[in-house]
């Protein structure tokens, strides 16, 4: 085999897979943020050094296959319970590094007892928390985020505030919690807003590292399949009705841990 | 295909694994990335690397390939 | 050594303090639970105690969260406890199908109390079902211990431990506000495990390892096939390994009662009784409800003209012991749902069953 032309003057790497992304093909569609966020997880995981003393925590949906795509160790938990089981874990183990990936489904849903409960005891944490509108793996039925006028397949004529209630923004409401040290909401549709949503990551990371309560990221994603999009236009669509009504930005952060 | 001139980096995009999401396409300020046609064993005509003599090794395309698929050099 | 050498003290206990003891000895330092009747001393033991031996105790915000915490503490390779009564261990299904399906160990007592629903306070035995059958959803089995008095809360919580972690499954210790509540003389064995089980499987971080995963879902061919098998072979080996039962005074016995926990304990009281007016009673006290001594059933069936079965229900253990025997027509049931059967009512029906006039 030859050798790639310009192999000779541009031998310098500036960007391949972070270690901690398992060399795999994913199963995520087209266009699906999933692999993105991934992406920022194992590169954040990387730059801490945190690979051989972090468990993960796997919630239910598509987001339950991270053991396949994420170098380390990772429990699966039962829908929502992932904060619950990173509870466990990381009481059990308070050295290690441990972070939660959960849907909006998950999260916003059927697990907000586990996660409110979590942040309110500053549980020393880490959340990823991916907001697609929508139940991505079965079959695109309405989720707590799912946008007012949203056709989905159990909102067939849209979403309705007088039966199914508002999209929920997870990411203030956990902010106004006391034992939450950091909240954030980022999308990564654009080169800006994926470097930006690094430096999200990176500061929960370090809100753990530095022992200072529970810190959760909100990716603002696309879900093109079940929105029945092309994968560009999704992404307009995080950057137009859904950035609006779930503005990006840092909603809590903590300077001092309140617990020496 | 001999060395770019004007290039200062090049990337490569992993045909099997791309999905032809075209995320890279707009992503890339140089406009460097254009779909191709061959159907790779996925089933996806994967994004091929169009113009190599523009990329500035910037790495915004593969930061923003959900698949991970493209490899940067400088 | 000198401590082990002295001679064990005698004290008043109560079974709830008893499984607390158990546990602290046995090197459980992790428990999470959630407040109910008739079972609270156990939490407020636990939050007493853990944190000065470097332990974990956490009240968590729902038992649905409790048994999560357990699933990420077994996880992490520790033994978890944390105990509850039958509302909350409803709430716990989820999460125990899930560690019965992950192959995760720990230890749940169930001080039961009266249902359905919320039913009442009063010791009950109407969580057999529940108990033995898996009580979640997909088919699996728990290690089910029986205690009857506080020695044996405290005997059978140290074992509970050992057979979780030996097997990989959770195990239940199933008692009632009679055991629970009820203070007794205890003497505090030391602990003596059969065997220390390594965890290689636990999630430590991949330092020097490959990286593993703690899982219940297997959606590649065939997967969950061969996984319920090899499910089913583990609870195969505990039915022919583990099962346990106690004999009380069965020599001679025509008649033979069949009783687990508070419900064997008043029973013993009335065969003595009994036996002094000249009645060949006895009992077979099941202590494992699952296994279920089958075979001990089978061959007492033969030996007896009747068996005489006790629950504080109306009737569900009764169904282990048709399965057991096919000799039917041998089978009395005696059910008392969410009260305890008394001596005199227990002698009575011994009476009757033997013939004699009441």
Known sequence: MSAPPGKARFSKAVYARPRSLVDVKSHFCPGCHHGTIHKIVAECIDRYGLREKTIGVACVGCSVFLYDYIDVDVVESPHGRAPAVATGVKRAQPDKFVFTYQGDGDLAAIGTSEIIHAANRGENLSVIFVNNTTYGMTGGQMAPTTMLGQKTSTTPYGRDFRGDGYPIRMAELLAGLEGTAYSARVAVSTPAQIRKSKEAVRKAFEMQINGMGLSIVEFLSTCPTNWGMKPLDAQKRVLGEMSEYFPLGVFKERVQADFA | MGDSVTATGRIEIDFERCKACELCVPACPKVCIGMGTAINRQGYASAVFERPDDCTGCAICAETCPDACILVWR | ?358
């Open chain 3, 1 to 358: 050594m000198s401590a082990l050498a002295a001679p064990p003290s005698k004290r008043l206990l109560k079974g709830n303090e008893a499984i607390c003891l158990g546990a602290v000895a046995a090197g459980c330092r992790h428990y999470y639970g959630y407040p109910i009747t008739p079972q609270n001393d156990i939490p407020e033991y636990m939050a007493a105690h853990l944190p000065a031996l470097g332990g974990t105790f956490l009240q968590a915000e729902s038992e649905v969260a409790t048994i999560n915490m357990m699933l990420g503490t077994s996880a992490s390779g520790k033994r978890v406890m944390t105990s509850s009564s039958g509302p909350g261990i409803s709430l716990m299904q989820e999460g125990l199908s899930y560690m019965a399906g992950s192959e995760l160990p720990a230890v749940i007592v169930n001080i039961s109390r009266s249902g359905p629903g919320l039913g009442g306070i009063a010791p009950s035995q109407g969580d057999y079902f529940q108990a033995v059958k898996g009580g979640g959803h997909g088919g699996y089995r728990l290690i089910v211990l029986a205690p009857h008095s506080v020695q044996e809360m405290y005997a059978l919580t140290m074992l509970a431990f050992d057979l979780a972690d030996k097997y990989r499954t959770p195990a239940m210790i199933l008692g009632d506000a009679i055991v629970g509540q009820m203070k007794e003389p205890f003497v505090a064995s030391p602990y003596d495990p059969a065997s220390t089980v390594e965890k290689p499987w636990a999630l430590t971080g991949c330092a020097g390892r490959e990286r593993l995963n703690v899982k219940s879902l297997h959606l590649k061919d065939n997967e969950i096939e061969v996984h319920n098998w090899r499910l089913h072979e583990k609870y195969e080996r505990i039915r022919k390994d583990e099962t346990r039962a106690e004999p009380y005074m069965l020599d001679g016995a025509t008649i033979a009662i069949v009783a687990f926990g508070t419900a064997a304990r008043v029973g013993k009281t009335a065969i003595q009784w009994a036996r002094k007016e000249g009645i060949a009673a006895g009992m077979l006290r099941p202590i494992t409800l699952f296994p279920f001594p089958r075979r001990e059933v089978f061959e007492l069936a033969r030996k007896v003209d009747v068996l005489l079965v006790i629950e504080m229900n109306t009737g569900q253990m009764v169904e282990d012991v048709r399965q057991s025997t096919p000799l039917h027509d041998r089978i009395a049931f005696l059910g008392k749902p969410c009260a305890m059967p008394t001596p005199e009512e227990i002698l009575e029906r011994i009476r009757l069953l033997a013939g004699r006039k009441v």
